[in-house]
Nanobody, 115 residues
Framework: QVQLVESGGGLVQAGGSLRLSCAAS????????MGWYRQASGKQRELVAV???????TYTDSVKGRFTMSRGNRKNTVYLQMNSLKPEDTAVYYC?????????WGQGTQVTVSS
């Protein structure tokens, strides 16, 4: 089992920044990918960014150049630095970890961007 706890969400004005954190615990060995997803009200959950165990990051087109995903030194924590936020970035942001053939999810953290 893997437990994921997100933090760092909140309310910010358009153009502002937020940094999300996700701490993984439990059976964190063999986690090969961690990612950030988001789900806006009335919409499907979508991928925002992922980072592999080798450190390769991939971003969805709508956040490229604005969001940066990184890992902490102990590799059980990932971050999502979000700059130049837009109202359309408003969503619940979820951290996910892929271990073997199971995807684990955090509880989510709300990000609200006001215009």
């Amino acid at each position: 089992q893997v437990q994921l706890v997100e933090s760092g969400g909140g309310l910010v004005q358009a153009g502002g920044s937020l940094r999300l954190s996700c701490a993984a615990s439990g059976s964190i060995f063999a986690i090969h990918v961690m990612g950030w997803y988001r789900q806006a009200s009335g919409k499907q959950r979508e991928l925002v960014a992922v980072i592999t165990s080798g450190g390769t990051t991939t971003y969805t087109d709508s956040v490229k150049g604005r969001f940066t995903m990184s890992r902490g030194n102990r590799k059980n924590t990932v971050y999502l630095q979000m700059n130049s936020l837009k109202p359309e970035d408003t969503a619940v942001y979820y951290c996910a970890a892929d271990r073997v053939d199971v995807r684990y999810w955090g509880q989510g953290t709300q990000v609200t961007v006001s215009s």
